[in-house]
């Protein structure tokens, strides 16, 4: 997964907006209260969670000593699992729980007189290999095609986007058994389109401009395909556009929907949008991932868009994730990324100053007791 605001960029769509919701705390008791582990970094101070797997084990990216980022696992400690070759810089976005990581990479094997391309990767077992790309307008000085991949299930299934041939677009890949498969209507689709979230079922949840080509403005759509059907969720009433960054095992979908600047985080579920609100005296939201309990995790934040703040959302209500956490002042969490079904949430937060990633575990769960926290990497 990447930074909150990487990720929610979307044609015809930035994030915004929500009701103001607080004053959860007191009234709930059985809020979860967590315990927060610092993931470390790999050397240049800085580091981002992105996922987080039913074992504990997470993805994302950090610094390095050169300044560039590179793609993290920390599965006890912070390793760094290197880029493609001759790639700078790259990062990790989801894994499975068979220790399978995905996320995408600089590439670059023809020597410095070539230009170096992003492209989606495979890791496993300690070998990073890349997953290609739907089509290249490859040229004597540029020999690959673009593609991120951005989610992984317990089958393998990858999902992300690719380079396409209509109109300088991308489409919306799934990739299986070593091929890429075209997920929005083939190469000569229109469409612009990208995977971020696929389950175990195979239901892929993303977003979706129908028409790229066209003259006029068309909206963005969150969208989920199975088995070769793509479904529009719509929007929120009001509003002209909406993503889907996550997908539970139930079909379940999170994301945003919104107008102009302004949007607002939303569950689906398989039926209705529902709006889930912002933080007190914030403007926007976005939701990033739900798990299958319901819980939903993502960003709140002011209308001059200045500051986030992580939030988790449960039983009807949005809650500040900076007031459920015990012993650590001297964090501001700005987004919660991910969220497994033992209700660990992962994400990137201010700590002295430096963005860094977090793991939160429920005070009351069974494997902060099970097992220590990951060693932290790096300098602190």
């Known amino acids: 997964m990447k930074s909150l605001r990487s990720r929610i960029q979307a044609i015809g769509g930035v994030v915004g907006g929500f009701a ?9 008791p059985s809020l979860p209260v967590y315990t927060l582990t610092d993931l470390g970094e790999l050397g240049g101070g800085s580091s981002e969670a992105h996922a987080i797997n039913e074992l504990g084990h997470v993805v994302g990216r950090s610094a390095v000593t050169t300044g560039e980022f590179h793609p993290f696992l920390n599965d006890g400690a912070t390793s760094d699992l290197g880029t493609l070759e001759g790639g700078t810089s790259g990062q990790a976005t989801a894994l499975n729980d068979q220790g399978d990581v995905v996320g995408y990479s600089g590439i670059n094997g023809y020597g410095p007189q070539f230009g170096e391309i992003t492209q989606a990767f495979l890791w496993q077992s300690g070998s990073l290999r890349s997953l290609g790309a739907l089509w290249c307008e490859c040229t004597f000085n540029r020999r690959y095609g673009y593609s991120e991949a951005h989610a992984i299930n317990s089958l393998g299934q990858v999902v992300g986007f690719s380079e396409a041939r209509r109109c300088a677009s991308e489409h919306a890949f799934l990739w299986q058994d070593g091929t890429m498969e075209d997920i929005s209507g083939g190469p000569g689709d229109p469409s612009f389109s990208r995977a971020y979230a696929i389950n175990d079922s195979g239901q892929v949840a993303g977003l979706i401009v129908r028409d790229l080509c066209s003259r006029q403005s068309l909206p963005t759509r969150a969208f989920v395909w199975e088995s070769g059907v793509l479904q529009e969720l719509g929007v929120l009433s009001g509003h002209t556009y909406s993503a889907a960054y996550g997908i539970n095992e139930a079909g379940d979908v999170v994301g945003h929907s919104g ?18 609100g912002v933080l007190a005296g914030h403007a926007s939201s976005s939701a990033l991932d739900v798990n299958d309990s319901g819980q939903v995790v993502g960003a709140s934040w002011g ?26 002042p001297d964090w501001l969490l700005l987004e919660a990324t991910d969220i497994n079904d033992a209700g660990e949430i992962v994400g990137s937060g201010l700590h002295h100053g430096l963005l860094r990633a977090y793991r939160l575990t429920p005070r009351a769960s069974a494997r902060s007791a099970a097992r220590p926290p990951p060693a932290k990497a790096g300098p602190r």
């Open 303 to 328: 209308a001059d868009e200045s500051s986030s703040r992580a939030f988790l959302w449960q039983a009807g209500r949005m809650h500040d994730l900076n007031q459920l956490v015990v012993g650590h």
């Open 20 to 28: 103001v919701l607080g004053g959860a705390m007191a009234a709930r």
């Open 259 to 276: 107008e102009g600047s302004v949007s607002r985080a939303f569950l689906w579920d398989q039926n209705t949008l529902t709006d889930l």
